[in-house]
Structures are given as structure tokens and as C-alpha cells.
């Protein structure tokens, strides 16, 4: 597995609750932001996917929580594939405050779903690998 890709992410009082901490729905969009932030800075676009008959799909996602965040607190949310072959892969995710503290660790199933078939690809690490111009983002 690579070192983790890192992007951050200012929390919005409008993300936030009534305890004023943000809200548990909006930790999955830090983590596909995280996602589509990697895909983009390794040169594949949502446009190339498509062209490719492509497109990567959620299987499963299991959020921890460690730390609540609150409005204006500034994390890091970092995004690492693990590539054990088959179908699938795992996408292994942290949000950080930046003084270090752990928010929260989410780890994701996904694959790549072939769009005229409707089923998962055979091998998605081969397809990321064709289209990317820094495979090694992925760890590869």
C-alpha cells in the first residue's frame, strides 16, 4: 500500500448539527471528495471512465468516529487503495484535525462497474492503471 493521498477539507457551519458537530452524512462526502481528489491528481477524469465504459461504485463503507468536528475546524482527509486482487478493492481513509487528533477512519469496498454489462469489472487495478498518468497515487 502507497502513502496515503491527502486533501483538506475546511468543516462548514452548515455541515454542522444541533450539537453543533458535523453532521455523520457529511464524513462520507469528505471521503468521496478525498476519492475524486486522488483520481483527479493522478490524471483520470470521470470523462475517461465513462469513455471506458466504466465507472467506480460503492459496496460497503464502515465509518468510526473518533473525535467530533466542529465548525471552522480544518482536517486532513487522507485516501489509500489496498489491492488484493479480484473484483474488488479496499479504499482506507482518515480524517485528521490538523493539530493530529483522529476524527474519524472509514474504510470502503468499491469496484468498477462495466456500464453496459452492469456487473463488476474483472480487474479494476488494470483499468486504473491504463488510465493513470501517476498509478502510483493508487499504490501501484
Not at 1 to 11: A, D, F, I, K, Q
Request: aromatic share 8%.
Amino acid at each position: 500500500m502507497s502513502e496515503p493521498y491527502s486533501v483538506r477539507v475546511t468543516v462548514r457551519g452548515y455541515e454542522t448539527d444541533v450539537q453543533g458537530h458535523l453532521n455523520q452524512a457529511v464524513y462520507i462526502n469528505y471521503a468521496e471528495h478525498a476519492r475524486w481528489s486522488l483520481l483527479q491528481a493522478a490524471g483520470i477524469t470521470q470523462a475517461q471512465l465513462v469513455g471506458r465504459g466504466v465507472g467506480p461504485v460503492a459496496l460497503e463503507t464502515t465509518i468510526r468516529y473518533k473525535r467530533e468536528l466542529l465548525a471552522g475546524d480544518e482536517v486532513d482527509v487522507t485516501c489509500a487503495f489496498d489491492w488484493s486482487g479480484g473484483k474488488t478493492f479496499r479504499v482506507l481513509q482518515s480524517i485528521v484535525k490538523t493539530d493530529g487528533t483522529q476524527a474519524a477512519e472509514i474504510e470502503a469496498v468499491g469496484g468498477l462497474l462495466d456500464l453496459r454489462a452492469r456487473k463488476l469489472v474483472t480487474d479494476p487495478s488494470e483499468i486504473f492503471r491504463e488510465l493513470a498518468k501517476e498509478p502510483e497515487l493508487f499504490g501501484f
